[in-house]
């Protein structure tokens, strides 16, 4: 089962090839902050887990 870490990584690189794909520049835009927000969410999960170490 994959980490929330990688899952939030995951669905982050999958905003960013959305953002590159898309034409229209608004929209593109709208996927690169979901996928800064994905990438946000990846790093807290990460510093979660070396708050516990």
Request: hydrophobic letters at 40%; a positive charge.
């Amino acid at each position: 089962m994959p980490s929330s870490r990688s899952f939030f990584e995951r669905r982050a690189q999958e905003e960013r090839a959305r953002a590159a794909s898309c034409g229209n520049p608004v929209v593109a835009a709208a996927f690169r902050r979901r996928a800064e927000a994905f990438q946000h969410r990846a790093n807290a999960q990460f510093e979660d887990v070396l708050d516990l170490r």
